[in-house]
């Protein structure tokens, strides 16, 4: 606690000793659980947020495909009759779950939790999990494999040492006369926003949090070059960037016994990462409206006041051939991709006026999300006993369940040979061919199809 200051911050130091036995650690959290009796409005952003159910209303109601999701049978109001409650349903991403919290009727105070960084994390940006849910309860997440599956969990083997500061966060308390919430919400995220400024703190004493005169930066411009789309070097407009632990292309989506650092592109490219923790790192991006993602080559290693200036980064995205059908929006996400009521026997179906039958076409597939489930890709031909191409079992990330529009993300490129196409109408057939539970299955971020490179291009 600081003096004059309206509210306490937490943090926690977890630790594994060199030669210590193996550890699996699934999440990390701090749960608030408040008075029933005070709190009954939740405040999560702008546009959720309202007087919410009690647990006893979920108590009396009947249980769904799993337990979290509850049909509300007899709640005390009528207003909530029939509504399914889920604490799923109030999921943020790691960049948009800043605060959140609840308001109590009397008297009128604010309980929130800020988080200024998502730097302990790990997953990125747009790794959503938990924030406020009926109860009433409050988490402060530091880390979980929710939306990710059970390969983000932490797993220290062979004696490994390791060890990470998780937060702090801060946890807010205001309160107001008035009879209207908006006020108290209005002012937890201006103390959000001064929280967020004064990140890193410097009042932390332990040696394992360093302050911003032991951190660095990195500048650079992020450039895409994608000669089928524009044959000049186009800006990379609101890019993601990042920097997570050396690992393989994209693996910073399932790493979190690092830190990681992110930020987005400016209208012209430009990005800068500040208050970076000294270590070594790769350079992370993703483009909105590209598919793929963009590793830089060299490690960067971050020294305690580095002021890095990479200059002029280019990425080039996945890409054999000119475009001759798309669906969807390379954003990492399935929202376009919503249907209320699906039509199995309805299908899209391509016009190819001239197949170049020694050429190689290929499909691009970018996935939102999977869950146990297997994609089977045939060509003009639905009953072909087997299919031309198949993803195999893919996915644990259950963003489904979650009420999620996307988990981890996953691209694939498959060759289609031209003998395979015919002149005129041709139909490709993609099937989730997995069952056995109904939350089994994908959701599609965007689909290609290319033809054969041009000469000329």
Not at 358 to 385: D, F, H, K, M, W
């Amino acid at each position: 606690m600081l003096r004059g200051v309206s509210g306490f911050y937490s943090y926690g130091i977890m630790e594994h000793l060199e030669g210590w036995p193996d550890l699996n650690i699934d999440e990390a959290r701090i749960a608030f659980k408040l008075n029933k009796d005070k709190f009954h409005y939740m405040a999560i952003s702008d546009d959720r947020q309202r007087i919410m159910p009690t647990d006893h209303d979920r108590t009396t109601g009947r249980t769904l495909e799993y337990k979290e999701a509850i049909l509300l049978t007899n709640p005390h109001s009528p207003t909530f009759k029939h509504e399914v409650d889920d604490k799923y349903q109030y999921s943020c991403d790691n960049k948009d779950n800043l605060v959140h919290g609840w308001i109590s009727t009397n008297p009128r105070v604010g309980f929130w939790i800020i988080t200024p960084s998502y730097e302990f994390r790990g997953g990125g940006p747009i790794k959503p999990d938990l924030t406020s849910h009926v109860g009433p309860t409050s988490l402060a997440i530091f880390f979980s494999s929710h939306y990710a599956g059970p390969n983000f969990r932490i797993a220290l083997r062979d004696g490994e040492p390791w060890k990470k500061v998780l937060g702090p966060v801060f946890i807010y308390l205001n309160s107001d006369l008035g009879n209207t919430p908006s006020t108290l919400w209005a002012d937890a995220k201006k103390q959000m926003i001064i929280e967020t400024k004064k990140w890193p703190y410097d009042f932390p004493l332990s040696k394992d949090f360093p302050h911003a005169k032991q951190r660095g930066a990195i500048s650079g411009r992020l450039l895409v070059f994608d000669k089928y789309n524009n044959k000049e070097l186009m800006l990379a407009k609101s890019a993601y960037v990042g920097l997570a632990a050396p690992e393989n292309l994209g693996s910073w989506q399932e790493e979190t016994k690092g830190y990681q650092f992110w930020t987005q592109t400016d209208e012209m490219g430009y990005f800068t990462i500040r208050n970076v923790r000294a270590s070594t790192y790769n350079l992370n991006a993703w483009v909105m409206g590209f598919i793929g993602d963009y590793k830089y080559n060299i490690d960067i290693v971050i020294k305690p006041g580095s002021q890095i200036q990479l200059g002029d980064l280019v990425y080039k995205p996945p890409r054999n051939g000119p475009t001759l059908w798309e669906i969807g929006v390379p954003d990492r996400t399935a929202a376009e991709f919503y249907v209320p009521d699906p039509a199995p026997g309805l299908m899209t179906q391509l016009s190819i006026k001239h197949v170049e039958k020694t050429g190689s076409y290929t499909l691009r597939l970018a996935l939102a999300s999977a869950t146990y489930s297997e994609i089977q890709v045939r060509i003009n031909n639905s009953n072909a006993p087997r299919p031309d191409f198949t993803t195999k079992r893919i996915g644990k990330d259950n963003a489904i369940a979650r009420h999620g529009i996307h988990g981890l993300y996953l691209l694939y490129g498959i060759n289609i040979r031209g003998i395979q196409l015919v002149n005129g109408t041709n139909t490709i057939y993609l099937k989730q061919s997995r069952g056995g539970r109904p939350l089994i299955g994908v959701m599609y971020d965007y689909i290609r199809l290319e033809g054969p490179p041009l000469a000329k291009c």
